[in-house]
């Protein structure tokens, strides 16, 4: 984007947001259904406040964690063995290809009939949703590393673990983190769907009951943050795979 | 007389499982004297590479043996034999100068001692000035100049060079094979050329071996008695078209069998 | 050989679907066998059948609403260059949101009655959708459109054989994407917060552990995605071979 551009995105992104509280002021919109920017941020400002929120955001961060803790590790060590051991690849991969393509959030009422309500069947569901992501990618990070490349090194020399650290390291970092930066994603809204469907705690479970209760700006309040840290970590995840992966030839 | 430096005797290979697969190279003999520029020629599929491959220590054959100046092969020797392929296959995250480094690293030579090898190897081949290029910056002939910078960075007695110059187009690969004869002829390596072109084979070689259609046996040894140094009008000189004429004659019979 | 020993893992997971559960190794609420799932579904026949208007009816206004305007206003964006880098950017990073979070403010807007399920699918699929549709666009070759015209095709002529057959497959993408989420969201919002259909079936059985009856909902909106995807992939073939004449 030029710079100029930029300028016109943000204005347009702020003029809406000016449009929004001149409607409402206005009587155009129904604050009831959608309150005014300026109300939503000092509901923001005051939840900001309120500990049994903030402790909330944190049940919900320490469940996404957890299930990305679990699954990144776990969808890494099946992908690479799918792609690295031919005869488990042969077998494995149709189905795998399979379960990537079905939907997984019509499986999270199994998830409570297995775990009841409870951060345990949170993460369980959260870990299931980003499995087959990272599985994918981790054989398409294999995948992707050039044989030539390994050749050359050890025509030069190098031993096995040269060769991973040299080689297969680099370049798959960038792929690596791009499937990640996608589960998370796909974790994200995961734990949010189990808080809104039925939870005890988090701030899916608040956004709920917000809703429930009418409760308006905090409800957009609630809505704002959780945009605002969903973006922020996807964005910090791009930039660390755009800086492994700058070698990678601009289209 | 100068000692021999790569020795092939008697070398068959086989791919695939013993006794069945494809026979690729049969009975190989081939001194190499030290300094000298070998160029390989044959039919498609008759086994080039993998006798370049052979002598590089990435496999090993099948039978017979293979020396390099005095000393058996059965595991790549980088300080020994430098290879370049095809393709320059530089790793694409690392700039020119550290790619050109990339051998020393693998053996932990420290940073600053490799850097400055390979500066000095980017000057020779050219290339002062483009040592921060990442490879996706660099021209496809540049790329190549990085790669025989790579091959000779840890200064190896032989050089194996496997169609270097056959992705590029037909100026830049003469260019390239003048500035190879420089380079040759400042640091004296041994050369084993592989390459498609005849043309390619007589104006860089001081002998030409050439292979039959698979499996790969040697079915002429010509000495290129060319002086040096080699020019461009040599290439429509009289002496030159007999040799070429002779080798053509071998790859066709070759190829007709 | 592959073939074989993928028959035989099919088969055993499906076998192991109906024998665990029977042998008591899995407990019968967290699975219950094949055959149960199957059975359940057979035998409330009726119910499940009443429920599927009301989805079905709910998905086909989202997929129009969504897919049709995702894919226009991926054709408008796709076709210019700076419409590109200007919005490309935004909406790649708003794709982070969890729009789920966005089910209760449906709810309000639009009540417990289908509005709320059309106005969320419509909202969970249009980016993905128009997302695919710009880079279909974006990948047409200017060439085409000058080589038509240097051989004076006229406007009409080049919309025809030119933009609509190039732009073809992308829109083909854009729906199997879409339409895919379109059906989810359709179910997801019903199990949030509605008074019938399919996903409401399922929030049903879960909490009378009816969990036959859970699965047999799950195994119906396995079948519409499946035949959802099969579906598209025929067009996308049909596509490809009008393509070529
Ligand atoms: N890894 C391998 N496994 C099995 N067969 C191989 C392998 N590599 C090469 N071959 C076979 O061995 C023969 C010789 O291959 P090689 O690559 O050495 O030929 P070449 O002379 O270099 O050919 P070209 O001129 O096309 O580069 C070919 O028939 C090829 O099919
Ligand atoms: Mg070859």
Redesign the pocket.
């Given at each position: 984007m030029r710079r100029h551009e930029r300028l016109i995105v943000a204005a347009g992104g702020v003029g809406l947001f000016l449009l929004w509280e001149v409607l409402v002021r206005r009587g155009a919109l129904d604050p009831s259904l959608a309150p005014a920017p300026s109300t939503i941020l000092d509901a923001l400002l005051k939840l900001a406040r309120r500990p049994e929120v903030l402790a909330s955001l944190g049940v919900t961060a320490w469940e996404v964690l957890a299930a990305f803790l679990i699954a990144a590790p776990a969808g890494l060590f099946i992908g690479f063995a799918l792609a690295e051991v031919p005869f488990l690849g042969a077998l494995f991969r149709p189905l795998i290809n399979f379960l990537f393509g079905v939907p997984k959030s019509i499986f999270l009422p199994v998830f409570i009939l297995v775990f009841g309500v409870s951060i345990p069947q949170k993460i369980a569901f959260g870990v299931f949703t980003t499995l087959f992501v990272v599985i994918m990618g981790g054989i398409a990070a294999v995948e992707s590393v050039p044989r030539e490349l390994v050749t050359v090194s050890r025509a030069y020399g190098a031993t096995p673990w040269q060769v991973i650290r040299e080689i297969y390291l680099p370049s798959m970092a960038p792929i690596l983190l791009e499937s990640a930066r996608l589960g998370m994603i796909f974790n994200i809204t995961a734990v949010l769907l189990c808080e809104i469907y039925g939870a005890r705690d988090g701030i899916g479970y608040r956004i709920a009951a917000w809703g429930e209760n009418l409760q308006m700006p905090q409800l957009y309040a609630a809505l704002v943050i959780v945009a605002i840290a969903a973006v922020f970590v996807n964005e910090v995840l791009r930039v660390v795979e755009s800086r492994l992966g700058f070698w990678r030839r601009v289209a | 007389m100068t000692k021999t430096l790569v020795s092939i005797h008697g070398v068959s290979h086989r791919?695939?499982a013993d006794g069945a697969?494809?026979l690729?190279?049969d009975g190989i003999d081939l001194e190499v004297p030290d300094g000298q520029f070998v160029a390989i020629v044959?039919?498609?599929?008759?086994?080039?590479?993998?006798?370049?491959?052979l002598v590089a220590g990435l496999r090993r054959p099948s039978s017979g043996t293979v020396f390099c100046d005095g000393e058996r092969i059965t595991a790549p020797m980088p300080r020994k034999v430098g290879m370049i392929f095809?393709e320059a296959n530089l790793l694409p995250w690392l700039t020119a100068v550290d790619n050109v480094a990339f051998p020393l690293k693998l053996r932990r030579v420290s940073k600053l001692e490799r850097r400055a090898a390979a500066r000095d190897m980017l000057a020779l081949t050219g290339l002062a000035g483009f040592e921060e290029k990442l490879p996706h910056q660099l021209s496809g002939g540049m790329k190549q100049r990085v790669s025989i910078a790579r091959g000779l960075v840890q200064d190896p007695a032989v050089l194996l060079m496997?169609?270097p110059f056959a992705s590029l187009d037909e100026q830049t690969r003469m260019l390239l094979g003048d500035e190879l004869l420089r380079i040759w002829s400042e640091t004296r390596k041994t050369v084993l050329f592989?390459t498609?072109s005849l043309n390619e084979a007589v104006y860089l070689a001081d002998r030409v071996i050439v292979?039959s259609a698979?499996p790969?046996r040697i079915v002429d040894d010509v000495a290129v008695d060319l002086p040096r140094p080699r020019t461009f009008a040599m290439t429509s000189s009289e002496r030159f078209g007999v040799l070429k004429e002779r080798i053509w004659q071998h790859i066709r019979q070759a190829e007709r069998r | 050989m592959t073939r074989v020993s993928q028959a035989a893992l099919y088969l055993s997971i499906l076998a192991a679907w109906e024998v665990l559960p029977r042998a008591g190794v899995i407990p019968r609420l967290f699975v219950p066998s094949l055959s149960e799932a199957v059975g359940a579904l057979v035998e409330n026949h009726g119910e499940y059948l009443a429920s599927l208007p009301t989805t079905v009816g709910e998905i086909l206004v989202a997929y129009v609403i969504a897919c049709g305007g995702g894919i226009l206003v991926g054709q408008i964006i796709g076709a210019s260059p700076r419409a590109r880098r200007m919005l490309l950017p935004v909406f790649r990073s708003a794709y982070a949101v969890p729009l789920v979070v966005l089910y209760p403010v449906m709810m309000v807007w639009f009540g417990l009655g289908a509005e709320s399920k059309i106005a969320f699918a419509s909202i969970y699929a249009f980016i993905p959708t128009m997302l695919t549709a710009v880079a279909g666009v974006a990948a047409l070759s200017p060439a085409l459109g000058e080589t038509a015209r240097a051989f004076g095709a006229t406007s009409l002529q080049q919309i025809l054989f030119i933009a609509l057959p190039a732009s073809l497959p992308s829109i083909v993408a854009a729906l199997r994407l879409g339409g895919a989420l379109v059906i989810v969201g359709v179910i997801v919002a019903e199990m949030l917060g509605a008074a019938e259909g399919l996903g409401f079936l399922i929030t049903r059985y879960r909490t009378l552990l009816n969990s036959p009856g859970v699965y047999a909902g799950i195994i119906l909106v396995l079948v519409m995605t499946g035949m959802h995807e099969l579906a598209l992939r025929r067009l996308e073939r049909m596509v490809a071979s009008y393509r070529e004449t």
């Open positions: - | 791919f695939g697969g494809v690729a190279l044959g039919p498609s599929g008759c086994g080039k590479s993998t006798l370049l491959s095809q496997d169609e592989v498609h292979l698979r790969g | -």
